[in-house]
């Protein structure tokens, strides 16, 4: 087993150091103390039936997910056509030290089931009318459908007004969908890692926060249009900058989640590049059988992102690091400078868990769903069925000019069967991911013009004054109900950036 490495080493005591400056410092005013450089946890695995609580840690007061005992919250992995099942338990406390945004928080809670085909009514993928407070419990029984595509997918909190405070906590988890080895069978034989992006806050003038910002690497040149301090870092697995086990030339499948509530990532490996599988758990194979992946060299992940793909270990000598780089937010955005999010590390090389390969018998095939070329032209020749309108001002965020209540209506109606022809603008100096649920789109045309090679999401972002044009799937029965779609910067969701939609 191999020591600490050296930025560890650095890093453990600066931080000592740190503490000691803090002195009797208020918690509140200080970073929260996260590994640094270790190497890559791998969180614990759950199959249905199992119970998740909502907590509030002991030592910070913050949000956490609570499983078997430990504040990790779990990978669910599930076959197609299965059940997840699982208790929701609010043991948070009634009287919150946090602030939400529109005062304290009161540490209500749910769970939303983010890119799955499933319904949004009681007790599947219900985030309007499944509400917990503290003392209470939620059930939830989600009907995972045979066609669902092979991927990574997530869950996490979404009580509207409270969402941002407690993804930022990190209450959050990876699902995997099994299966989608059956569309580039080379991985059934790579090491799987599953990598779980989230924050560590940081403070300004904090000795603690000016360490971890060191331990990044973040770097100092000038990072597009946006202001003001650095608020956050990545953390992979609960721990920053760790190392990634990897041996030369060896190569491995990368699962990954962006799960912060509004920091992005624009991930690049030094002197390499990714084979992508999938990007939001859709596999690049699901409607093109003949081009399972693609060679790139970075890809963005705005938050709630994902992308699973092939890595190779560097064959040259020397650190390779996976990093982050810089994202222009616009000028009312957030910094978000280029930093390093972990290091590949050859000593530290050591079996992992496989892609797992127990997809029952009769789904052994790969589902595959292609939009024929003259569907896909009249789609893209029509005028939008319906036009989502970002914008804000000092008092809050809107679509289509209305800040979201829980009372409202549905402000679209769409009748399930047909794909659908949308349209999203954003009217602001700032990006903002749209997303809806329960299905997936592709984005085709930006600014009026086709993109090269569209893919399908279920979060797509958009840059400041772009217009994006997509095509909705909404041909799926499983998803009749009343649903959201919001912006993914969850501040913005929870101050009024989503809107409800009725599928009938």
């Not at 900058?241 to 990897?246: F, V």
Request: charged content about 20%; some cysteine.
């Amino acid at each position: 087993m191999s020591g600490p490495s050296i930025l560890q080493e650095r890093t453990a005591l600066r931080l000592a150091a740190a503490a000691l400056i803090a002195g009797t410092t208020s918690l509140a005013a200080q970073t929260v103390a996260v590994p640094v450089g270790t190497l890559l946890p791998v969180p614990p695995a759950v199959s249905s039936p199992f119970t998740l609580s909502a907590i509030n840690d002991a030592s910070t007061g913050q949000g956490a997910f609570l499983y078997a005992g430990q504040e990790v919250p779990p990978i669910i992995r599930v076959n197609p056509g299965s059940k997840i099942r699982l208790v929701y338990r609010n043991r948070m406390s009634a009287h919150s030290t946090e602030t939400c945004v529109d005062g304290p928080c009161t540490n209500m809670s749910n769970l939303h089931f983010h890119g799955l085909h499933v319904s949004p009514n009681r007790p599947q993928d219900d985030v309007i009318s499944m509400m917990s407070m503290p003392g209470e419990s939620l059930r939830y029984t989600v009907d995972v459908p045979e066609n669902q595509p092979s991927g990574l997918y997530w869950y996490h909190t979404h009580p509207h007004g409270e969402s941002y405070q407690q993804a930022l906590d990190g209450m959050s988890g990876a699902i995997v969908v099994e299966g989608i080895d059956r569309y580039v069978p080379e991985i059934r034989s790579l090491k799987e890692q599953i990598l779980i992006l989230r924050d560590v806050q940081l403070t300004p003038g904090d000795a603690r926060s000016e360490t971890l910002v060191e331990a990044s690497d973040v770097s100092k040149e000038k990072c597009g249009e946006a202001t003001g301090p650095l608020e956050r870092l990545f953390t992979i697995n609960g721990v920053l900058r760790p190392r990634i086990g990897i041996a030369a030339g060896e190569k491995q499948f990368w699962r990954i989640v962006n799960a912060s509530p509004d920091l992005y990532a624009d991930l690049t490996i030094d002197g390499g590049s990714m084979t992508v599988v999938a990007f939001d758990g859709m596999p690049l194979g699901y409607h093109h059988p003949n081009h399972p992946t693609r060679q790139l060299q970075h890809v963005l992940l705005p938050p709630a992102g994902r992308v699973e793909a092939i890595v190779v270990g560097p064959e040259s000598p020397g650190k390779a690091s996976l990093r982050s780089l810089c994202v222009d937010t616009g000028p009312d955005g957030d910094p978000n400078p280029e930093f390093v999010v972990a290091d590949l590390d050859e000593t530290s090389a050591a079996p992992r868990t496989q892609v797992s390969a127990n997809i029952r018998a009769g789904h052994s095939k790969p589902v595959a769903v292609q939009l024929s070329a003259a569907m896909t032209k009249q789609l893209e020749g029509s005028e939008p069925a319906f036009t989502v309108d970002f914008t804000e001002d000092q008092h809050g965020f809107y679509i289509n000019g209305k800040k979201y209540s829980p009372t409202d209506g549905p402000m679209t109606t769409v009748s399930i069967g047909d794909y659908v022809h949308w349209r999203v603008r954003n009217d602001t100096h700032e990006v903002h991911p749209f997303h809806i649920h329960q299905v997936h789109f592709l984005t085709y045309s930006e600014d009026g013009r086709l993109i090269e090679n569209p893919e399908w999401l279920d979060t797509v972002n958009l840059k400041p004054q772009q217009t994006l044009d997509l095509i909705m799937d909404f041909t799926d029965p499983i998803i009749r109900g009343m649903s959201v779609f919001h912006c993914h910067l969850l501040k913005h969701e929870d101050k009024g950036m989503m809107a409800k939609i009725l599928f009938q």
